[in-house]
């Protein structure tokens, strides 16, 4: 895909559409370079595990001292400790230790997966792009309402709203939050992950000019 394409659909804030926008060419990568995308993701999940699992070592367990059973006449293989790795209960060998799973992704490999992963979404004519949160005021039925008129009620939608924390941006916040499968996120938060997990985007005609500062010029 070339970034050709530079427009998607725009509605007003209560989900009336009103033609198409421009979207700044920073956002729409003219190649979609798709191992930035899948290095961009994996990086996301491997900051998410805990790395918390462990497993008992033979120096970890208690007792193991006594010999188990007596060394001939048992009809048993020989055994000096009950924690043996060959015990049932016993120690485990080479088994998970706590760890960080996390590797380094430079800043630049970041903005240019983030790029790509927009661009798949305009692509797929996912992305529409909404002038106002005025029509939402802090209900659900008004953000279902909305969500209805843009054709995506009942699928996996991520709503992209400004950073600025407003009045105005806290009662649209509020009016999703009881709708399932809706992810509302501030441009700060905007993720590869959710882009390509998401089914449809909608994203606030504020946030777009915040979303092209933030990703900023991204050398092909």
């Known amino acids: 895909m070339t970034s050709e394409v530079l427009s998607t659909k725009l509605y007003d804030a209560s989900g009336k559409e009103k033609g198409s926008v421009k979207l700044p ?5 003219s190649v979609v370079k798709s191992e930035l995308v899948y290095n961009a993701i994996r990086w996301q999940r491997a900051k998410r595990r805990a790395g918390t699992h462990d497993v008992l070592t033979r120096s970890e367990i208690k007792g193991g001292a006594k010999k188990p059973f007596k060394q001939k006449g048992t009809g048993n293989a020989r055994a ?9 209960g016993g120690a485990v060998v080479h088994g998970p230790t706590p760890r960080s799973y996390e590797f ?3 800043k630049k490999m970041r903005k ?3 790029t790509s992963a927009f661009t798949v979404k305009v692509g797929q004519e996912s992305v529409m792009v909404v002038e106002g949160m005025s029509g939402v005021t802090g209900k659900t039925k008004d953000a279902s309402a909305l969500l209805k008129k843009l054709g995506v009620a009942g699928e996996k939608v991520m709503v992209i709203v400004p950073n ?6 806290t009662k649209f916040v509020l009016s999703f939050r009881n709708i399932p499968r809706v992810t509302v996120v501030p441009v700060a938060g905007v993720n590869v992950y959710d882009l390509i997990n998401s089914k449809k985007v909608v994203c606030v005609s504020a946030a777009l000019a915040e979303l092209e500062a933030r990703v900023g010029q991204v050398a092909e």
């Open 80 to 88: 000096g400790s009950s924690v043996s790795p060959l015990m049932v």
């Open 104 to 106: 380094r992704l430079s």
């Open 112 to 114: 240019g997966a983030l």
């Open 25 to 29: 060419s920073n956002l729409v990568a």
């Open 164 to 169: 600025e924390a407003t009045e105005e941006r």
